[in-house]
């Protein structure tokens, strides 16, 4: 099955700083990869997602960026706000109707 | 559009009692997730619906948890009897799943937070 590892497990970052997450995978097949944002007490939800067919996605201060060929994708906040502070999970799917495989997650902290 | 709605929000039994979580997706979602999130871990899935029917719980202990989606929309999932292990948060989850329509995106439920003592 897929496995994806994910980099770095936390993350602390002075406010206004970028931050970078990196997440690998092992599925050639994978053709959807989500990133969700987890704060506490509440579940993941979708902040970004990019296609196989796209080699970067950018919404206003996050972007993604896919190398199909390396297996590896990450994520980019810049201008880091108190906000941003949370954890952080990339996932990998087959696409429609296939089950999402998620990393470990990254807890991201910005210092005010 | 209302999210995925689910209860209780919080869970604590003893090992060996049985439990069960309720799931209500998002209106006209055909495809339903239950996932469960180990603390310090990614989500895993369980088991996906696609209306009522099962397409994958080949990660499901089958020795101890069941689910069922009657009428494709309401989900319940059971364990009996609960270990220890089974301590975690477990998330609902649903998508349009309408196969050939282009839409991979998910929305989670806030979750069921299980402890077993």
């Known amino acids: 099955g897929e496995n994806v590892e994910q980099h770095p497990s936390t993350l602390s970052v002075q406010e206004g700083d970028s931050a970078v997450i990196k997440c690998t995978y092992s599925?050639?097949?994978?053709?959807?990869f989500p990133w969700y944002k987890q704060e506490l007490g509440k579940g993941p939800q979708l902040i970004i997602d990019?296609?196989?067919?796209?080699g970067e996605k950018k919404d206003q201060r996050i972007a993604v960026t896919l190398n199909k060929t390396a297996k590896h994708f990450s994520l980019h906040i810049t201008e880091t706000q108190p906000e941003d502070s949370a954890v952080y999970f990339c996932?990998?799917?087959?696409?429609?109707?296939?089950?999402?495989?998620f990393g470990a997650g990254t807890t991201v902290t910005v210092r005010a | 559009e209302a999210g995925v709605a689910q209860s209780p929000r919080y869970k604590i039994i003893e090992k060996r009692q049985s439990v069960a979580f309720w799931c209500n997706p998002i209106?006209?979602?055909?495809?339903l997730y239950w996932y469960q999130q180990i603390l310090g871990q990614g989500p895993k899935l369980l088991i996906q619906?696609?209306?009522?029917?099962?397409?994958?719980d080949s990660q499901l202990p089958k020795d101890r948890f069941s689910a069922e989606r009657l009428k494709g929309v309401d989900s319940t999932l059971k364990i009996q009897p609960a270990k220890l292990e089974d301590s975690a948060v477990y998330l609902c989850?649903?998508?349009?799943?309408?196969?050939?329509?282009?839409?991979?995106?998910?929305?989670f439920g806030s979750g069921t937070r299980l402890t077993v003592v």
């Open positions: 989850a649903s998508s349009l799943g309408d196969r050939g329509r282009f839409s991979y995106g998910y929305t």
């Open positions: 599925d050639s097949a994978s053709n959807y």
């Open positions: 990019i296609r196989s067919n796209v």
């Open positions: 996932a990998a799917s087959r696409g429609n109707d296939y089950k999402l495989s």
């Open positions: 209106s006209g979602h055909a495809t």
């Open positions: 619906f696609q209306n009522n029917g099962v397409v994958d």
